[in-house]
């Protein structure tokens, strides 16, 4: 008639909640690490874009895609991918994309022209470093005598569309 004694589980050490410190610990050590190693990996990268920027070969780049991604929030602007038909110094052309935040009102379009620098080790490695300028303006912004500011014609061109009915 006597019962045994069973004692209850200690789960201090398997269960954070129990009390035990040995399981906080290992947990803190891996959230510290992998915290550090992504903040390590974002500085690297944050510096190898400031290093491409002003220390990279410059080009010229003609705009031949764009994809909007997202908004970036809390800005004016969009994060899209750009797709570029790059121009090196000596007159070699090849084609590469990049990631770039851009303003949503006055977006540049395909055809557009663009300063660049671009890595010399890996030349597929791109970035902006100017605004885009659309084609017409790269002729020295010759303009007719009926496009002045006061003479703005209130029919849009027959190649234009509304962004909304695309």
């Known amino acids: 008639m006597f019962a045994a004694y069973v004692p209850p589980p200690q789960c201090y050490r398997a269960c954070p909640a129990g009390g035990g410190t040995g399981d906080l610990k290992t947990f803190l050590i891996v959230v510290g690490s992998v915290v550090?190693?992504?903040?390590?990996?974002?500085?690297?990268?944050?510096?190898?874009?400031?290093?491409l920027r002003t220390r990279g070969v410059p080009g010229s780049g003609v705009i031949t895609a764009l994809e909007g991604r997202k908004v970036v929030p809390g800005t004016p602007d969009m994060q899209v991918t750009v797709t570029l038909r790059?121009?090196?110094?000596?007159?070699?052309?090849?084609?590469?994309?990049?990631?770039?935040?851009?303003?949503?009102?006055?977006?540049?379009?395909?055809?557009?022209?663009?300063?660049?620098?671009?890595?010399?080790?890996?030349?597929?490695?791109?970035?902006?470093?100017?605004?885009?300028?659309?084609?017409?303006?790269?002729?020295?912004?010759?303009?007719?005598?009926?496009?002045?500011?006061?003479?703005?014609?209130?029919?849009?061109?027959?190649?234009?569309?509304?962004?909304?009915?695309?």
């Open 36 to 51: 550090g190693t992504v903040l390590v990996c974002w500085m690297v990268k944050v510096e190898l874009d400031h290093r």
């Open 86 to 166: 790059v121009t090196a110094p000596d007159g070699e052309e090849f084609e590469t994309w990049t990631t770039a935040q851009l303003p949503i009102l006055g977006m540049p379009q395909a055809g557009w022209r663009v300063p660049v620098r671009y890595s010399a080790r890996d030349r597929y490695r791109v970035a902006l470093t100017g605004p885009a300028v659309p084609p017409e303006e790269e002729s020295g912004g010759v303009q007719s005598p009926g496009d002045g500011p006061g003479n703005a014609s209130t029919t849009p061109p027959a190649s234009a569309s509304h962004p909304m009915e695309r």
